[in-house]
Structure formats: C-alpha cells, structure tokens
C-alpha cells in the first residue's frame, strides 16, 4: 500500500496532528462564553440604594465575572438565593464574584442587609 519511503512517518504525522487537533482542550474552553459586568451601588428618585443595572440577561452556559461596587457610603450587600449566593461588600469597596449559569430562569438579587431595597433580577435565557 505504501510505495514510498517515509510513506509510514507522513501518514503517521497527519494522524499525529488530526488527533493533536481534535483533542485540544481549547475547543471546550472556546464553549464557554465570559461576560465581564460591573454592578453598582446607585441611589433612584425616590432616594432608595439599588444596585445598577436592575436587570441582568445571560445566556444558559455563560460564565459571569460579575464586579460588585459598592459606591454608597454604608455597607450593602448582593444576594441571589437560588444560586446561593450571599456577599457583602463594606461601603467604597468592589468585590468579584463568578457567577456559571446553568439553568434558564429568573433569579431576584437583592441586599440582605437592606431587603427593603429595590432589588434587580437575573434572567437566564
Ligand atoms: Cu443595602
């Protein structure tokens, strides 16, 4: 079948190479979608503290790198119950939190030091 010499070490490389390709952990990675967003610390009309934006909308699979910025000048904090998230962040301080999104759905955010709050939602489409 092979006529030539070296025939067996080419044929061996493509092979090399196809399984080196196709076996690359990068492809996976590539799946994965990072967002970058900040929230922050606001005070609306009605001269109640919320966190900006009010709505988040991600996509089932995203991965969140998800700022916390707490411009106000006491203490608040950020929760989502469903996805078991709970953090405080001391008044002019950020924090970072990730957030992977695995089911679709709405989850309300709110600050547990404050839940008279206005809260925000995240919806995972
Ligand atoms: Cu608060």
């Known amino acids: ?3 030539y010499p070296g025939c067996v070490s080419r ?3 493509v092979v090399f190479i196809l399984l080196a390709v196709l076996s690359t952990p990068v492809w996976a990675e590539e799946m994965e979608v990072l967002q970058e967003v900040t929230l922050t610390t606001s005070v609306n009309s ?3 503290n919320v966190w900006l934006p009010a709505t988040l909308m991600f996509h089932k ?3 969140v790198n998800l700022t916390l910025k707490n411009v106000a000048t006491k203490d608040h ?3 989502i119950d469903a996805l078991h998230i709970q953090e405080i ?3 002019d301080q950020s924090k970072e939190i990730v957030i992977e999104v695995t089911e679709v759905g709405t989850f309300p955010y709110y600050c547990p030091l ?4 206005v809260g925000g939602q995240l919806i995972i489409q």
């Open 89 to 91: 962040i001391p008044m």
């Open 77 to 79: 904090g950020f929760a």
């Open 61 to 63: 699979g995203d991965k």
């Open 1 to 3: 079948m092979c006529k």
């Open 11 to 13: 044929y061996s490389a």
């Open 114 to 117: 404050h839940p008279a709050h």
């Open 46 to 48: 009605e001269k109640v």
